[in-house]
């Protein structure tokens, strides 16, 4: 059978094709609809994407990616520094940034999980818990995602906080009804996690 | 505000999220997995974007877009040369190269939508009325979509062949129920055209 499609096409196919949730028929869409825009614009995505790691750094203090150690957050004045919030991903600190939050952050890198053969030791657990040890902090919100993982995670650090008997306000984020979600579809863990947490109204 | 995400972070998240069918959240997701990934992979994913139009051509035969001119496809000489198969897009060829089809195609380049403020001046049909003119071809099979536009299209080369004269059987590929289809649930459209196509049993 003849080739269907040139190399440089089935090769963006392909590179495409190896990005999460982008299937071949959504990878070819894609590159199909590269082909209909200017060089210039196809060359600067390709500029960006070979750019992207360049230039990027660890934050050495919080362990977010970053242009420079410190990063913009950690060396921000106006930020409170007494609180740290410990999350999973760079991207839950761009999610946490929306809301009014404006304590540090601590990035973990990721979430304890036997199963990926990811423990303590692959995350930036030991760093976390050399800077709680210097007591600048009140307060650690643990805000790993409610999911197994998550939990077990935030689970595993409070208890190294208790063991290394670290003076600080340990808090966990509040487990309950997502607004504008409905009640009647809400699942059983869901639901208990909310009664439990009720407040004074 | 501190500015959250680093500049080539936040260029290649604008970037992916120009793509159809990338909204903001996907376009980070994906940012965010190709920073784990090696420089390597990004390279070689940033190469195969910039290299993507480099050496290609449309085939001055069938349109189709190809490193040379003729393309894989009408250079073939194992193809049929005397059927020729109209469709939309390049990526209709892809589709139907999987069928047992073993003809020639044309590419319009897209359909007739006046609301886009495409016409018939914009695609390849002068070149496919030319090419017809020659009478090499036995039989011509409409293939554009079975949308209004492409209805409108195949409609409108039809009637333009018929107007010129040109000896030529012309086709229009069935619509009908997909295979695998749920009779139940296909609309009345469909349904007719189901009917009308009907073939001895």
């Known amino acids: 059978m003849s080739k269907i499609l040139p190399d440089s096409v089935q090769k963006l196919i392909d590179e495409f094709g190896k990005l999460p949730g982008i299937g071949p028929k959504t990878a070819s869409r894609l590159v199909f609809y590269l082909l209909t825009k200017s060089n210039t614009d196809i060359e600067s995505l390709g500029e960006s994407v070979t750019n992207l790691k360049k230039n990027l750094v660890y934050c050495q203090e ?19 520094k007494n609180t740290v919030m410990v999350v999973e991903e760079p991207l839950d600190v761009v999610a946490l940034s929306k809301t009014s939050y404006n304590g540090l952050y601590h990035v973990l890198g990721g979430v304890i999980s036997p199963i990926d053969g990811v423990g303590p030791e692959q995350l930036r657990v030991a760093e976390l818990i050399a800077k709680l040890k210097e007591e600048k902090f ?42 504008g979600g409905d009640l009647e579809y809400a699942d ?12 004074a109204y």
Chains 1, 2 share one sequence.
Not at 74 to 80: I, L, M, N, Q, V
């Open 138 to 179: 009140d307060e650690m919100i643990l805000a790993t995602d409610p999911s197994l993982e998550g939990e077990a995670t935030a689970m595993y650090i409070a208890k190294l906080v208790e063991k290394d008997k670290i003076k600080i306000k340990v808090t966990r984020i509040a487990r309950g009804l997502p607004v």
């Open 62 to 80: 919080c362990f977010n990616i970053a242009e420079q150690s410190p990063c913009n957050i950690c060396a921000d004045p106006k930020r409170e």
């Open 188 to 199: 059983e863990i869901t639901l208990t996690r909310a009664l439990e947490g009720r407040n």
